[in-house]
């Protein structure tokens, strides 16, 4: 493997949400804080965005095209890029303490997107799921909501509470869309990173981005940290597999968190990395309806 290298120079203040379109060889991501959506062509090396009104949280692409995305006011789909934003759920939490942070959908389309706390006084961040114009509640006990990934026999979803540095397995009914036996998958020790975005391997290794450690880590299904890979910013905040062989792992980082030293020394802070690896990611399922 190859050391990590800046792939898109973004300067956001809070790259998140990296998402490999395996049918275009586009990379988005979103900046939160400046409620901006990107898209990155690997071909043309085009980057496009797009400003909201208010803070973008995670998205998913659309099986039909377009997207769905979690906003602070909750959640809607688009049909393109450019494409008036239509209500799919409206929050029912307050918006000034809370908002949408991270997100995928399963392998049947259902759409999964948690909520983070901002006063961080209590376990108020939770996990929705969205499915044929239903929510559910899957968890409430975060500060905040971040990690969420799935097992590639969909039998276990990842689910991390950042603050407290901890990350949970849950039993996933792929059926139902139930999760059930929450236990901890991985707690780490203070002051040397927090477990933000993370992707899960095609052999079943969870990649967390540790906010604050300055890397990104590969942990075994068992648990164990397999390999640790410097990233060039204080603040990684997710990753996601892309590429054309699904072997490039995308890290998107923060800026506005960075002290004017940090930026000194990490002056790409803000934009998304690649690293390539030896294993290859599992294709991003699309949003059903």
């Known amino acids: 493997m190859t050391d990590m290298q800046c792939a898109v120079n973004a300067q956001a203040t809070l790259a998140e949400c990296p998402r490999w379109d395996e049918r275009t060889q586009t990379l988005y991501f979103v900046d939160i804080d400046s409620f901006i959506l990107y898209a990155y062509d690997t071909k043309s090396n085009d980057l496009t965005r797009r400003e909201f009104d208010e803070e973008i949280g995670c998205f998913s692409l659309d099986e039909h095209g377009g997207f769905i995305a979690a906003f602070r006011s909750g959640v809607y789909t688009f049909d393109g890029f450019t494409a008036d934003l239509k209500p799919y759920w409206l929050a029912t939490y307050d918006q000034k303490t809370t908002r949408f942070n991270d997100g995928r959908c399963d392998a049947k389309g259902r759409f999964l997107a948690g909520t983070m706390y901002s ?43 950042t603050p407290n ?60 940290i397999l ?23 995308f890290v998107s980082t923060c800026r506005g968190a960075q002290t004017a030293e940090e930026l000194k020394q990490f002056p790409q802070a803000g934009g998304i990395f690649a690293l390539k690896t030896n294993v290859r990611g599992q294709t991003e399922p699309r949003f059903a309806g």
């Not at 990350?167 to 009914?173: A, E, H, K, S, T």
């Open 119 to 161: 006063p961080k006084d209590a376990f108020n961040g939770a996990l929705h799921q969205f499915s044929q114009g239903q929510e559910t509640l899957i968890d409430q006990a975060a500060w905040t909501s971040n990690g969420l990934a799935f097992s590639p026999d969909n039998k276990i979803m990842y689910y991390s509470d």
């Open 165 to 224: 540095h901890v990350v949970y397995q849950f039993d996933y009914n792929l059926e139902t869309g139930m999760a059930t036996n929450k236990r901890v998958f991985i707690e780490f020790p203070r002051g040397n990173g927090r477990p933000d975005g993370a992707a899960v391997d095609s052999e079943g290794n969870y990649w967390s981005a540790l906010y604050q450690g300055q890397r990104v880590v590969k942990i075994s299904p068992q648990g164990k």
């Open 227 to 249: 390999e640790e890979h410097p990233v060039p910013a204080t603040y990684p905040t997710m990753v996601a597999f892309g590429g054309p062989e699904m072997k490039t792992l």
